[in-house]
């Protein structure tokens, strides 16, 4: 295959794996996937390996649904696979871990023979137990866990699935209109691929995938021999909800000969009794999204280009959970994943790296009776502090990194709940000082206009532990969180009384080279 | 006799057409005149009249014009000290934007820098809920004290954009009232009136792109209405906006934010009329120029018309990228694939064509001022599609041995002929505008497939064939005047002003009082508007739409809704509509899903013109003028050449052909039969299915 045909394959396959992600977005009633853009979906080849992906939201779900499939196919086989079969799963070992976020499968078939698969996972609305939050105590508190099933079976639904799910979530009409919008993006998407089979009259797309798959491998590997080999160190400290000091520690090391970052975390904390345990799927996807985001970012994202990174965590880790470790709201630790392994490239390659940020993105969940007594539940609402100065720009503003979310605008927030914002706004400086400056954090201020008391999940970080700066640069401010004026720091949900007053203020990121 | 004059200003040239109710026309272009816009606009005018030797008290029809001057306004921030005026608190929605970083790998991106900094923001003490209640009132006196503030730091002009406002203007209307009194030579522009819709950061942004236009938009158009009243012109003249529309001097140059795509919308309309007239109910147009290609879907002769669009992309055309902008604006696919795109081979050994491009200085490597990269253009010269001595009917010669040099460095990284490397560009460059187009249609639920493709724009001819095939289209119609279509197209588009409100309310629940003043307000809005515009209240029609989604969902789908809701007020008919397009667009249904509107639209047009350009062909058939070998898939072929102005009408040629022309080259496909239409048009139709 000549570079000119394999081109226009290739971005074939891109385009039909981004046109289902952005339909899917589109009409999401979950809010953090049309807000924010919290899923994924990917082309797999008839091994389940990745092929193609569509470009979205979160590392988290992108780099882990890459390693979904394969391991739904060796629970459910093949042979056992017929057309109209949808596979289900939202077991946080196998995709993005956390109940929320659930991955289907669905088969593509060419005459007769499965050529394929086209995977989505997204994070729904709800999952039962718990809810938002890190106060569970083990993950069966969490929520209600899929195993590998039939969603559908020769396109019938699997009634007892269907009405298990039903009966054990809370919004059970967004859940299946999400779903449901989920097996429509399959089906359309294997009608797509046989399409491109009968213009480029295909049979299968083995060659192809086989193609793009070492070729990108092969780029991974060229880049990475370009590095200087050796063993790097990184390490990374912030604090989460309720106070506790996480550590993350790296040792990177760059092999030449064979073209291989191993990226190894041991050192790092032990796991949390908060359900802030990250499973290693998750933890792989955030490593991973780092070195590429780095090194090629202009790369597509494929089982090739993501091959030769090999991420390992000791078993008592906070960032290798084990069952049966609560593991809800994971992104607190995991969002913080590629900061030890920047300042280790930092080393090698500062030119492409940045400072620490804020990391996590704060996330907001009220609950309450509204004036005339019915019950509310907001959707889950997240802001962004400053991002770390970059090597020759500022950091940004407001913005996250490493994830890419959106924040939901005020006016939509009001209008859906009894919520009062008093105020939104950049605080100057907090940004670290640098030849290069990290962005500013904001100040968020908001009230509950209902007159009744109310529920407040908060989940703030780095309150105490300031984002570091790099090669000299200073760091970011860390945040505020208070309550009428007064600082709280809490993992678990809140009581609040009518009239109380929220006011987050969140971290700056750290600043780049020394100042001048 | 009647005569129509239309000037189109674009980046590089400024194009005149003049119609005469016979059907005769004449057109020129002239170089755009940056430094004083109406230079240019006065110059190319004066090339038609004379032509046609008449004057401008001689142009008793419309006169109609589109302009790149608010485009060039924003990208080159040549706008006057804009302030802002926000809720207290909220001053940064500008800095903030919704947070997202849209290329989630590339860690490197960046946003434009704010039209309005932070320290031209105040905030003003007030607060109104998502109720429409008032939470806190305004202060007058607060107010006052900002005026003079502004008037202190010489402001020129200010946005207002309040917290929820779109829900209750009363505040935004008081302060313009303020505003007024203290410094009534700042020019207000208020959110309320711009885009009165929900989401404060596209308000914002819409608005603060609105009030940094005006300045410069208001005086150039009362100078150009002034110019041509003493020069005695009979009406007043029209502005097409990015809609689709044209509206009357005075409305545009309050909104200019309404009309950033005139050009391009003009261009689209045309495709609409093209679309019509030869009776294709849907249809693409196709428009590939020197550093982007455009392309509009056709759905039932009108072009699609979206809410919103971005301006002044920052980085690598990037969506995500630019300021957003919250107004009507015809649906058009942009992308980085013209003449001038560059090719290059990547890490992984794959040729990429684009988005970058060396445009027109230095331009391709065959334009010997510099440019070493093999580009688009170098490549259709390596081909033989294109004359090197006759581009521009010989007036700018091309280097041969300039392209071959550069698609030479691009063929060694990939082991092939430079013939080989450069149908490969031709062919990878065609591709990605078929996905972009095949992306853009999906997206809207448009069925691509066999669609015909209206081909202009210098580069779009000669790469519409091949795009055609790979879009599965079996047709390619190649308008004559393709180098003037835009300014063409805004003699063909009727008045027309789209208005819209936020309304957000349950359909099973409507209050039909507040519904009927929301649409009666829209309504007179729109009449006055296209009466200024000098249509008769009589012939003024209205179309009315609703955007709808899930209770629960975030995203909308803009449903047309009956005749007049307000007579009807028939809740079920709008579910019903909204789910069949909903289906139609991803698939599925939720039946027990309730539905809810979240804006209300009304557009006010005049009916279509009756305008229409005559072309006198010969009857005398054509032969070709020379024989040119052309580089394909497959290897050399023979291919006949023609002057398109030598063909006869209703003359048919079986391809490959190509047909040259001054300002392009259309290339036809072996498999395709080329028919001249009595009007000039020239009309390819694949007669080989399954074909290259």
Same mark, same amino acid.
């Given at each position: 295959m000549?570079?000119?045909?394999? /081109?226009?394959?290739?971005?074939?396959?891109?385009?039909?794996?981004?046109?289902?992600a952005?339909?899917?977005?589109?009409?999401?009633?979950?809010?953090?996937?049309?807000?924010?853009?919290?899923?994924a979906?990917?082309?797999?080849?008839?091994?389940?390996?990745?092929?193609?992906?569509?470009?979205?939201?979160?590392?988290?779900?992108i780099?882990?649904?890459?390693?979904?499939?394969?391991?739904?196919?060796?629970?459910?086989?093949?042979?056992?696979?017929?057309?109209?079969?949808?596979?289900?799963?939202?077991?946080?070992?196998?995709?993005?871990?956390?109940?929320?976020?659930?991955?289907?499968?669905?088969?593509?078939?060419?005459?007769?023979?499965?050529?394929?698969?086209?995977g989505?996972?997204?994070?729904?609305?709800?999952?039962?137990?718990?809810?938002?939050?890190?106060?569970?105590?083990?993950?069966?508190?969490?929520?209600?866990? @899929?195993?590998?099933?039939?969603?559908?079976?020769?396109?019938?639904?699997?009634?007892?699935?269907?009405?298990?799910?039903?009966?054990?979530?809370?919004?059970?009409?967004?859940?299946?209109?999400?779903?449901?919008a989920?097996?429509?993006? $399959?089906?359309?998407?294997?009608?797509?691929l046989?399409?491109?089979?009968?213009?480029?009259?295909?049979?299968?797309?083995?060659?192809?995938?086989?193609? @793009?798959?070492?070729?990108?491998?092969?780029?991974?590997?060229?880049?990475?021999?370009?590095?200087?080999?050796?063993?790097?160190?990184?390490?990374?400290?912030?604090?989460?909800?309720?106070?506790?000091?996480?550590t993350?520690k790296?040792?990177?090391?760059?092999?030449?000969?064979?073209?291989e970052?191993?990226?190894?975390?041991?050192?790092?904390?032990?796991?949390s009794?908060?359900? @802030?345990?990250?499973?290693?799927?998750?933890?792989?996807?955030?490593?991973?999204?780092?070195?590429?985001?780095?090194?090629?970012?202009?790369?597509?994202?494929?089982?090739?280009?993501?091959?030769?990174?090999?991420?390992?965590?000791?078993?008592?880790? @906070?960032?290798?959970?084990?069952?049966?470790?609560?593991?809800?709201?994971?992104?607190?630790?995991?969002?913080?994943?590629?900061?030890?392994?920047?300042?280790a490239?930092?080393?090698?390659?500062?030119?492409?790296?940045?400072?620490?940020?804020?990391?996590?993105?704060?996330?907001i969940?009220?609950?309450?009776?509204?004036?005339?007594?019915?019950?509310?539940?907001?959707?889950?609402?997240?802001?962004s $502090?400053?991002?770390?100065?970059?090597?020759?720009?500022?950091?940004?503003?407001?913005?996250?990194?490493?994830?890419?979310?959106?924040?939901?605008?005020?006016?939509v927030?009001?209008?859906?709940?009894p919520? /009062?914002?008093?105020?939104k706004?950049?605080?100057?400086?907090?940004?670290?000082?640098?030849?290069?400056?990290?962005?500013?954090?904001?100040?968020?201020?908001?009230?509950?206009?209902?007159?009744?008391?109310?529920?407040?999940?908060?989940?703030?970080?780095?309150?105490?532990?300031?984002?570091?700066?790099?090669?000299?640069?200073?760091?970011?401010?860390?945040?505020?969180?208070?309550?009428?004026?007064?600082?709280?720091?809490?993992?678990?949900?809140?009581?609040?009384?009518?009239?109380d007053?929220?006011?987050?203020?969140?971290?700056?990121?750290?600043?780049? $080279?020394?100042?001048? | 006799?009647?005569?129509a004059?239309?000037?189109?200003?674009?980046?590089?040239?400024?194009?005149?057409?003049?119609?005469?109710?016979?059907?005769?026309?004449?057109?020129?272009?002239?170089?755009?005149?940056?430094?004083? =816009?109406?230079?240019?606009?006065?110059?190319?005018?004066?090339?038609?009249?004379?032509?046609?030797?008449?004057?401008?008290?001689?142009?008793?029809?419309?006169?109609?014009?589109?302009?790149?001057?608010?485009?060039?306004?924003?990208?080159?921030?040549?706008?006057?000290?804009? #302030?802002?005026?926000?809720?207290?608190?909220?001053?940064?929605?500008l800095?903030?934007?919704?947070?997202?970083?849209?290329?989630?790998?590339?860690?490197?991106?960046?946003?434009?820098?704010?039209?309005?900094?932070?320290?031209?923001?105040?905030?003003?003490?007030?607060?109104?809920?998502?109720?429409?209640?008032? #939470?806190?009132?305004?202060?007058?006196?607060?107010?006052?004290?900002?005026?003079?503030?502004?008037?202190?730091?010489?402001?020129?002009?200010?946005?207002?954009?309040?917290?929820?406002?779109?829900?209750?203007?009363?505040?935004?209307r008081?302060?313009?009232?303020?505003?007024?009194?203290?410094?009534?030579?700042?020019?207000?522009?208020?959110?309320?009136?711009?885009?009165?819709?929900?989401?404060?950061?596209?308000?914002?942004?819409?608005?603060?792109?609105?009030?940094?236009?005006?300045?410069i938009?208001?005086?150039?158009?009362?100078?150009?209405?002034?110019?041509?009243? &003493?020069?005695?012109?009979?009406?007043e003249?029209?502005?097409?906006?990015?809609?689709?529309?044209?509206?009357?001097?005075?409305?545009?140059?309050?909104?200019p934010?309404?009309?950033?795509?005139?050009?391009?919308?003009?261009?689209?309309?045309?495709?609409?009329?093209?679309?019509?007239?030869?009776?294709?109910?849907?249809?693409?147009?196709?428009?590939?120029?020197?550093?982007?290609?455009?392309?509009?879907?056709?759905?039932?002769?009108?072009?699609?018309?979206?809410?919103?669009?971005?301006v002044?992309?920052?980085?690598?055309?990037?969506?995500?990228?630019?300021?957003p902008?919250?107004?009507?604006?015809?649906?058009?696919?942009?992308?980085?694939?013209?003449?001038?795109?560059?090719?290059?081979?990547?890490?992984?050994?794959?040729?990429?064509? #684009?988005?970058?491009s060396?445009?027109?200085?230095?331009?391709?490597?065959?334009?010997?001022?510099?440019?070493?990269?093999?580009?688009?253009?170098?490549?259709?010269?390596?081909l033989?599609?294109?004359?090197?001595?006759?581009?521009?009917?010989?007036?700018?010669?091309?280097?041969?041995?300039?392209?071959?040099?550069?698609?030479?460095?691009?063929?060694?990284?990939? #082991?092939?002929?430079?013939?080989e490397?450069?149908?490969?560009?031709?062919?990878?460059?065609?591709?990605?505008?078929?996905?972009?187009?095949?992306a853009?249609?999906?997206?809207?639920?448009?069925?691509y497939?066999?669609?015909? =493709?209206?081909?202009?724009?210098?580069?779009?001819?000669?790469?519409?064939?091949?795009?055609? &095939?790979? =879009?599965?289209?079996?047709?390619?119609?190649?308008?004559?005047?393709?180098?003037?279509?835009?300014?063409?197209?805004?003699?063909?588009?009727?008045?027309?002003?789209?208005?819209?409100?936020?309304?957000?309310?349950f359909?099973n629940?409507?209050?039909?009082?507040?519904?009927?003043?929301?649409?009666?307000d829209?309504?007179?809005?729109?009449?006055?508007?296209?009466?200024?515009?000098?249509?008769?209240?009589?012939?003024?029609?209205?179309?009315?739409?609703?955007?709808?989604?899930?209770?629960?969902?975030?995203?909308?789908?803009?449903?047309?809704?009956?005749?007049?809701?307000?007579?009807?007020?028939?809740?079920?008919?709008?579910?019903?509509?909204?789910?069949?397009?909903?289906?139609? =667009?991803?698939?599925?249904?939720?039946?027990?899903?309730?539905?809810?509107?979240?804006?209300?639209?009304?557009?006010a047009?005049?009916?279509?013109?009756?305008?229409?350009?005559?072309?006198?062909?010969? &009857?005398?058939?054509?032969?070709?003028?020379?024989?040119?070998?052309?580089?394909?898939?497959?290897?050399?072929?023979?291919?006949?050449?023609?002057?398109?102005?030598?063909l006869?009408?209703?003359?048919?040629? !079986?391809?490959?052909?190509?047909?040259?022309?001054?300002?392009?080259?259309?290339?036809?496909?072996?498999?395709?039969?080329?028919?001249?239409?009595?009007?000039?048009?020239? !009309?390819a139709?694949?007669?080989?299915?399954?074909?290259?």
């Amino acid at each position: 295959m000549d570079g000119i045909q394999l /081109e226009i394959m290739w971005s074939n396959l891109i385009s039909i794996v981004s046109e289902q992600a952005k339909s899917l977005q589109r009409i999401a009633f979950s809010p953090i996937v049309r807000e924010a853009g919290d899923l994924a979906t990917a082309l797999f080849d008839s091994e389940a390996r990745m092929v193609a992906q569509a470009i979205t939201g979160t590392p988290g779900h992108i780099n882990s649904l890459a390693a979904a499939a394969w391991q739904m196919i060796e629970i459910i086989p093949p042979e056992d696979i017929y057309p109209g079969d949808v596979l289900i799963t939202n077991d946080p070992w196998l995709s993005a871990g956390h109940f929320f976020d659930i991955t289907l499968l669905t088969p593509i078939f060419r005459k007769g023979k499965i050529i394929g698969y086209c995977g989505s996972t997204i994070h729904h609305t709800d999952i039962g137990g718990y809810g938002v939050g890190a106060g569970a105590r083990d993950i069966h508190e969490e929520g209600l866990w @899929i195993p590998v099933m039939k969603f559908y079976e020769r396109g019938k639904p699997n009634e007892t699935l269907h009405k298990i799910i039903r009966r054990n979530v809370r919004t059970p009409d967004a859940i299946f209109g999400d779903l449901g919008a989920q097996t429509s993006s $399959g089906k359309i998407g294997g009608e797509r691929l046989n399409a491109m089979c009968d213009r480029y009259d295909l049979d299968d797309i083995d060659e192809l995938s086989a193609e @793009i798959i070492a070729r990108s491998d092969k780029a991974t590997r060229d880049a990475i021999k370009e590095l200087p080999a050796g063993t790097y160190h990184g390490e990374s400290q912030f604090d989460v909800p309720g106070g506790e000091l996480i550590t993350l520690k790296t040792a990177l090391t760059i092999d030449t000969d064979i073209g291989e970052i191993l990226i190894d975390f041991a050192g790092s904390s032990g796991p949390s009794s908060l359900g @802030i345990n990250v499973v290693m799927a998750y933890t792989h996807a955030y490593s991973t999204f780092a070195i590429r985001s780095i090194l090629n970012p202009e790369l597509p994202n494929n089982a090739g280009s993501l091959a030769p990174i090999v991420v390992s965590a000791p078993e008592k880790c @906070i960032i290798n959970a084990q069952y049966p470790s609560p593991v809800n709201a994971r992104h607190v630790v995991g969002m913080y994943v590629p900061f030890p392994i920047l300042k280790a490239l930092t080393k090698i390659i500062p030119e492409k790296t940045l400072a620490e940020g804020s990391g996590a993105v704060w996330t907001i969940q009220v609950q309450g009776q509204d004036k005339n007594g019915q019950p509310f539940t907001s959707s889950m609402f997240n802001y962004s $502090g400053g991002m770390g100065a970059r090597f020759t720009k500022d950091g940004l503003s407001a913005t996250c990194y490493p994830t890419g979310v959106s924040a939901v605008p005020i006016e939509v927030l009001e209008a859906s709940i009894p919520i /009062e914002f008093t105020c939104k706004e950049l605080v100057p400086n907090t940004g670290g000082k640098g030849r290069q400056k990290g962005g500013d954090g904001q100040r968020i201020g908001f009230r509950v206009r209902s007159g009744e008391k109310w529920a407040l999940n908060a989940i703030p970080s780095r309150l105490n532990t300031q984002p570091e700066g790099l090669l000299g640069g200073k760091p970011g401010a860390a945040g505020a969180f208070m309550i009428n004026g007064v600082a709280s720091n809490e993992a678990r949900k809140l009581t609040m009384a009518a009239d109380d007053e929220v006011l987050m203020i969140t971290p700056g990121g750290g600043g780049f $080279g020394k100042p001048t | 006799m009647k005569y129509a004059l239309a000037i189109d200003i674009g980046g590089t040239f400024t194009d005149a057409v003049l119609i005469r109710s016979d059907g005769n026309s004449w057109t020129d272009k002239t170089l755009t005149t940056h430094g004083n =816009l109406l230079e240019g606009f006065l110059r190319a005018a004066e090339f038609v009249l004379e032509r046609a030797d008449i004057a401008f008290k001689d142009v008793n029809d419309v006169v109609v014009h589109a302009t790149t001057v608010v485009t060039n306004v924003l990208i080159e921030r040549k706008g006057s000290l804009t #302030g802002m005026i926000v809720t207290e608190g909220f001053k940064d929605v500008l800095y903030i934007r919704d947070e997202h970083r849209y290329d989630m790998f590339d860690p490197q991106i960046e946003y434009p820098e704010p039209l309005i900094t932070r320290d031209y923001t105040w905030g003003a003490k007030e607060r109104i809920f998502s109720d429409a209640t008032i #939470g806190a009132a305004i202060d007058e006196a607060n107010i006052r004290e900002i005026a003079r503030d502004m008037v202190a730091k010489k402001i020129v002009s200010v946005a207002v954009c309040l917290l929820n406002s779109y829900c209750n203007p009363v505040h935004e209307r008081e302060v313009r009232r303020i505003l007024n009194e203290e410094a009534p030579n700042i020019f207000v522009t208020l959110s309320s009136d711009v885009a009165p819709q929900m989401r404060e950061y596209l308000r914002a942004s819409t608005t603060a792109v609105n009030a940094y236009a005006v300045p410069i938009t208001r005086p150039y158009l009362d100078a150009l209405t002034k110019i041509l009243k &003493d020069f005695g012109v009979h009406n007043e003249p029209l502005i097409m906006l990015s809609n689709g529309g044209i509206i009357g001097a005075r409305i545009a140059g309050t909104y200019p934010v309404r009309m950033i795509e005139s050009g391009p919308a003009a261009g689209a309309l045309v495709a609409g009329h093209i679309a019509r007239k030869y009776g294709f109910e849907n249809l693409i147009s196709f428009d590939m120029g020197g550093t982007t290609a455009k392309a509009c879907m056709i759905q039932q002769g009108e072009p699609l018309v979206v809410g919103d669009f971005e301006v002044d992309r920052q980085y690598l055309f990037k969506p995500g990228s630019g300021m957003p902008v919250t107004v009507p604006s015809i649906d058009m696919i942009e992308i980085g694939a013209g003449g001038g795109s560059v090719a290059r081979v990547d890490a992984l050994g794959l040729l990429k064509v #684009g988005p970058d491009s060396a445009g027109s200085d230095p331009g391709p490597a065959c334009y010997n001022r510099g440019g070493e990269e093999a580009c688009v253009t170098d490549a259709d010269v390596i081909l033989n599609i294109l004359d090197p001595d006759n581009f521009l009917n010989g007036d700018m010669k091309l280097e041969a041995g300039r392209s071959e040099a550069a698609i030479q460095n691009l063929a060694g990284k990939l #082991g092939l002929s430079v013939k080989e490397t450069a149908w490969g560009i031709f062919s990878v460059v065609g591709e990605s505008m078929a996905a972009a187009a095949r992306a853009h249609a999906t997206d809207r639920g448009i069925n691509y497939r066999g669609l015909p =493709l209206l081909a202009f724009g210098g580069a779009g001819p000669v790469h519409a064939c091949y795009v055609a &095939d790979r =879009l599965e289209s079996t047709q390619v119609i190649y308008p004559p005047m393709a180098s003037v279509l835009s300014a063409f197209g805004t003699l063909v588009t009727p008045a027309r002003l789209d208005l819209v409100r936020g309304g957000l309310s349950f359909l099973n629940d409507l209050d039909w009082g507040s519904i009927e003043d929301t649409i009666d307000d829209m309504v007179k809005e729109g009449r006055a508007a296209l009466m200024e515009a000098g249509i008769a209240e009589g012939s003024i029609m209205y179309e009315f739409s609703a955007d709808m989604r899930y209770s629960g969902q975030q995203n909308e789908v803009t449903i047309l809704l009956e005749s007049d809701l307000r007579e009807t007020k028939n809740s079920d008919d709008f579910r019903r509509r909204f789910e069949k397009q909903y289906e139609i =667009l991803y698939g599925i249904c939720l039946d027990d899903m309730e539905v809810e509107i979240v804006n209300w639209r009304v557009t006010a047009h005049g009916g279509s013109t009756n305008r229409e350009v005559s072309i006198v062909l010969t &009857d005398k058939l054509a032969s070709s003028k020379s024989l040119r070998s052309v580089f394909m898939e497959n290897g050399e072929i023979e291919v006949p050449v023609y002057d398109r102005k030598s063909l006869a009408s209703g003359q048919e040629i !079986i391809g490959p052909v190509i047909i040259e022309e001054r300002e392009t080259t259309a290339f036809i496909l072996p498999g395709w039969t080329m028919k001249v239409h009595a009007d000039g048009s020239l !009309i390819a139709t694949k007669h080989i299915q399954g074909g290259q």
